[in-house]
């Protein structure tokens, strides 16, 4: 077993400590992290396979979750701001 390979297994062994935290909370912010974790796990997922197969199609994928990932972050982020603020 390669480095790379090892590393996939590491990554995939994160991920059901990350649905835990999504799933279970307790506070929003919480599960914005939970999501997050997931989603960048992803993103290093689709690149370690991208290495490990040679199909360079995963780049392409792992680029376009990561700008995904990120703006959702940011619109959950300025939700969690802004959710008890209304200026009506």
Partial sequence: M???????????????????RLVRGPTLPDRVV????ITTVSVALAALY???SGQT???????ALALF???A?????????YRGHRED
């Fill in 2 to 20: 390669s480095f790379l390979e090892g590393a996939l297994i590491a990554l995939l062994l994160t991920l059901p400590f990350a649905v835990y």
């Fill in 34 to 37: 939970g999501l997050d974790l």
């Fill in 73 to 81: 972050t940011l619109g959950l982020a300025r939700y969690i701001e």
């Fill in 50 to 52: 991208a290495l490990v």
């Fill in 69 to 71: 990932a990120f703006l």
């Fill in 57 to 63: 199609a995963f780049l392409d994928v792992a680029t």
